[in-house]
């Protein structure tokens, strides 16, 4: 029996030693970004939360102006996914073209 980073070696089969004991991690030096969160009373969390709700819906109704973009944009794609399917369909016709000759030559 020869015993090896602490794992004991019998009849060529390796078993774990049941007094192996791992280390502790070392949190010396070791710092976390939330041991400095300023935790904000509740009515001042409020309206902090509803002045940057605020500003948000603003920002979306400013850029709903834009809405001509989005039309534009969903116009286009609707273009390209029936030009893909129309390709798909013509994919679809060779292949079947194919398969019949390929049958008939077998007859």
Not at 7 to 26: A, G
Request: charged content about 30%.
């Amino acid at each position: 029996m020869r015993k090896l980073f602490g794992v004991t070696k019998v009849n060529s089969s390796w078993r774990f030693s049941s007094s192996l004991v791992l280390p502790e991690p070392v949190m010396e030096g070791y710092y976390d970004s939330t041991w400095n969160v300023e935790i904000v009373p509740g009515d001042e969390y409020q309206d902090a939360l509803d002045s940057e709700l605020s500003g948000y819906l603003h920002w979306v109704e400013e850029n709903s102006s834009n809405n001509d973009d989005l039309e534009e944009i969903d116009r286009l794609a609707d273009e390209f996914i029936e030009s893909c399917h129309e390709k798909f369909r013509l994919e679809k016709v060779e292949s079947y073209r194919r398969y019949q000759e390929m049958m008939a030559r077998s007859m």
